[in-house]
């Protein structure tokens, strides 16, 4: 990772956020990077990710047939070959990733974040060449974000929901007004969330006791499946804020 504005914070070329140190915080928001057992199998959990081309499981139509894609589509990395990039000095870093595994779609994934101590922005840019074929997708960005043994909400547009009522291991999707500010309350820190060019927030978590995700998703209407034509573009940006209590 690098130090920018204060803060310390680490981007690798998939367009994760391995850890993000906001200036005046002790450690990173995030849960960090790992491999954990959860009934029994190994899971990957950790950093702030980029869920392309696809987010959740593979979805189980003719669009996706003959496709080989893990939960999350093919960008969620816990490897060496995953390296960092570099931060300039306004603290702003950018990546053109590419998938672990084929893909048989033509396509251009991009990341890019900024930081200025407090704020950190992180912006997926998907651009379909001209001249290619149509392309199914869905994209979402997918933090962990560290829940301190302690109890935790997260309120938005009147909502709220405290963490002791989700449920370990289903979602919860909340679908109104990404862009008005999402905020999770944490024992250490207050944390603000907006969101564009997403359809809707999932919230998720597994071991609500260290983390919970709470992941801006692009979906087609009616959460179906999306597509893509030559020439096509989609942007989703995520502003987080944090400030310690």
């Not at 573009?233 to 209590?245: A, D, E, N, S, Y």
Request: proline content about 6%.
């Amino acid at each position: 990772g690098a130090p920018v504005n204060g803060s310390h914070i680490s981007m690798r070329r998939s367009g994760t956020v391995a850890s993000w140190v906001p200036r005046g915080q002790e450690g990173s928001i995030f849960f960090p990077e790992t491999e954990l057992e959860i009934n029994g199998e190994k899971k990957k959990r950790g950093g702030a990710f980029v869920c392309c081309p696809m987010f959740g499981p593979r979805p189980m139509n003719r669009f996706y047939a003959g496709t080989d894609l893990p939960q999350h589509g093919l960008l969620r990395r816990h490897h060496e070959s995953d390296k960092s990039c570099l931060f300039d000095a306004k603290g702003c870093a950018k990546t053109t990733v590419e998938f672990d595994k084929p893909w048989p779609h033509e396509v251009v994934v991009k990341a890019h974040v900024s930081e200025d101590g407090k704020g950190l922005t992180h912006t997926v840019i998907v651009n379909k060449p001209k001249e290619s074929g149509e392309m199914p997708i869905s994209f979402g960005f997918h933090p962990y974000f560290r829940t301190y043994g302690a109890p935790f909400k997260i309120e938005h547009c009147g909502l709220c929901i405290k963490g002791k009522n989700l449920v370990e291991g289903s979602a919860t999707k909340i679908f109104r007004h990404l862009d008005s500010g999402l905020v999770l309350t944490t024992k250490e820190c207050r944390i603000e969330m907006k969101s564009f060019g997403y359809t809707h927030y999932v919230i998720w978590t597994d071991n609500r006791s260290e983390y919970v995700c709470i992941e801006p998703v692009r979906y087609g209407r009616n959460m179906t499946t999306l597509f893509l034509k030559g020439g096509d573009k989609l942007t989703g940006r995520c502003v987080i804020r944090v400030f310690p209590r």
